[in-house]
């Protein structure tokens, strides 16, 4: 099957910086979107950003020109660079992926199991 690994997360204050990196491996043939959500207590989850193959991204309102997604493609590796932290970025992040693996050729999602952004003010 696919393992997906995040890791970056961590406590920092307001106006920090943090980097995520979610790894995928297993029976992966390809993979097309890899993505950032976030999911803060007592609210939904949400999309954070999304970056395609062919490396076009997008991203919530709410981080741009603050956050970079990029991937690594030789790596199967997905990466959110976070800057100027704000207490309301705090949320558990997670990576999704879109992949075609061997059990799944049309392509299927994949999920991680988070990592927790914490920002003090």
Do not use: H
């Not at 920092?12 to 995928?24: I, N, P």
């Not at 609210?43 to 603050?66: C, F, H, M, P, W």
């Not at 990576?95 to 990592?115: D, L, M, Q």
């Amino acid at each position: 099957q696919v393992q997906l690994v995040e890791s970056g997360g961590g406590l920092v204050q307001a106006g920090g910086s943090l980097r995520l990196s979610c790894a995928a491996s297993g029976s992966i043939f390809s993979i097309n979107a890899m993505d950032w959500y976030r999911q803060a207590p007592g609210k939904q989850r949400e999309l954070v950003a999304g970056i395609i193959s062919g490396g076009s991204t997008n991203y919530a309102d709410s981080v741009k020109g603050r956050f970079t997604i990029s991937r690594d493609n030789a790596k199967n590796t997905v990466y959110l660079q976070m800057n100027s932290l704000k207490p309301d970025d705090t949320a558990v992040y997670y990576c999704k992926i879109e992949a075609s693996t061997i059990y799944y050729p049309r392509g299927t999602n994949y999920w991680g199991k988070g990592t927790l952004v914490t920002v003090s003010s």
